[in-house]
């Protein structure tokens, strides 16, 4: 599976972005998918996970509430809807998606075989 974001950029506190992850493969519908992010001079952190029948969602409690992460299977597409976004927000995003995930792992990246190549997201404040 190979994974292509886009929908970076720069933006004021306050705005938003869409970010898309357009996956390849026939067989998109059988991957949990989620988005990770890293912060300069931060570890990567779990930021919303969404299992393949787009019935159940995850966030970080960072943000909940502001952030939501949605699919598309017909177009292997899949998406994190950013509002309201903080400066705090800053941080290159990777879309990752792998199969067989549980619950428990779903916010672990070393679950995760396949990566995006990332896409940078700057909040000015």
């Known amino acids: 599976v190979q994974l292509v974001e886009s929908g970076g950029g720069l933006v004021q506190a306050g705005a938003f972005l869409r970010l898309s992850c357009a996956t390849s493969g026939r067989t998109f519908r059988d991957y949990t998918t989620a988005w990770f992010r890293r912060a300069p001079g931060k570890e990567r952190e779990f930021v919303a996970a969404i299992k393949r029948n787009g019935g159940s969602t995850y966030y970080a409690d960072s943000v909940k509430g502001r952030f939501t992460i949605s699919r598309d299977n017909a177009k292997s597409t899949f998406y994190l809807q950013m509002n309201n976004l903080k400066p705090e927000d800053t941080a290159i995003y990777y879309c990752?998606?792998?199969?067989?995930?549980?619950?428990?792992?779903?916010?672990?990246?070393?679950?995760?075989?396949?990566w995006g190549q990332g896409t940078q997201v700057t909040v000015s404040s």
């Open positions: 990752v998606a792998d199969k067989n995930l549980i619950t428990s792992s779903l916010r672990d990246d070393a679950q995760y075989d396949y």
